[in-house]
Antibody, heavy 123, light 111 residues
Framework: EVQLVESGGGLVQPGGSLRLSCSASGFTFSSFSLHWVRQAPGKGLEYVSSITSNGGTTYYADSVKGRFTMSRDNSKNTLFLQMTSLRPEDTAVYYC????????????????WGQGTLVTVSS | QSVLTQPPSVSGAPGQRVTISCTGSSSNIGAGYDVHWYQHLPGTPPKLLIHDNNNRPSGVPDRFSGSKSGTSASLAITGLQAEDEADYYCQSYDSSLSGSVFGGGTKLTVL
């Protein structure tokens, strides 16, 4: 059974940093690209970032570019999102999502989502 | 403003048919990228509903169907049930942005 379990969310002050993790199991982790998607309170889904299966290429939405860094450790089946210079508008539930392909630019669908972890940016 | 445009809300009575549109452009849906649909129930993670324009994953009832034409796509739900009340999102890839894009989401209310 495929499982994606996010952790690392919490309350942080504006300008602060936070590192999210996503622990995966039930599939060959190193074979698939992965994504982070967030949902702010009362808002829709917002695409945040993607990483290829080997971790060699990443992509970031303009709203987080230069502040967030996505990485993965294929030896530990874990995905990361390092978030810095956090703003109140970054407050959201962050989901880790699995692609069905190796390269996120293929436009393939995403078949599994984690339960999400809540990040709250507030003073 | 989402790259893919969906109506904010749709509604229908039990047993009826509703459709949700997803309008894109020549750099995403019109460029030939597939459209995928996700169902999002409150308190749960989004669930893949339709992939590659018109394919249902195992376990998704055949009351749900998708289509794509030109720069738009649609999700149709027939035989509406109370359990279908949820938010629905379309998703595709955009070559100009070099990343995936979502629609703004459509809230389905079963009357």
């Amino acid at each position: 059974e495929v499982q994606l379990v996010e952790s690392g969310g919490g309350l942080v002050q504006p300008g602060g940093s936070l590192r999210l993790s996503c622990s995966a199991s039930g599939f060959t982790f190193s074979s698939f690209s992965l994504h982070w998607v967030r949902q702010a309170p009362g808002k829709g889904l917002e695409y945040v970032s993607s990483i290829t299966s080997n971790g060699g290429t990443t992509y970031y939405a303009d709203s987080v570019k230069g502040r967030f860094t996505m990485s993965r450790d294929n030896s530990k089946n874990t995905l990361f999102l390092q978030m810095t210079s956090l703003r109140p508008e970054d407050t959201a539930v962050y989901y880790c999502v699995k692609d069905v392909g190796q390269y996120f630019w293929s436009g393939y669908h995403w078949d599994y989502w984690g339960q999400g972890t809540l990040v709250t940016v507030s003073s | 403003q989402s790259v893919l445009t969906q109506p904010p809300s749709v509604s229908g009575a039990p047993g009826q048919r509703v459709t949700i549109s997803c309008t894109g452009s020549s750099s995403n849906i019109g460029a030939g990228y597939d459209v995928h649909w996700y169902q999002h129930l409150p308190g749960t993670p989004p669930k893949l509903l339709i992939h590659d324009n018109n394919n249902r994953p195992s376990g998704v009832p055949d009351r749900f169907s998708g289509s794509k034409s030109g720069t738009s796509a649609s999700l149709a739900i027939t035989g509406l049930q109370a359990e279908d009340e949820a938010d629905y999102y379309c998703q595709s890839y955009d070559s100009s942005l070099s990343g995936s894009v979502f629609g703004g989401g459509t809230k389905l209310t079963v009357l």
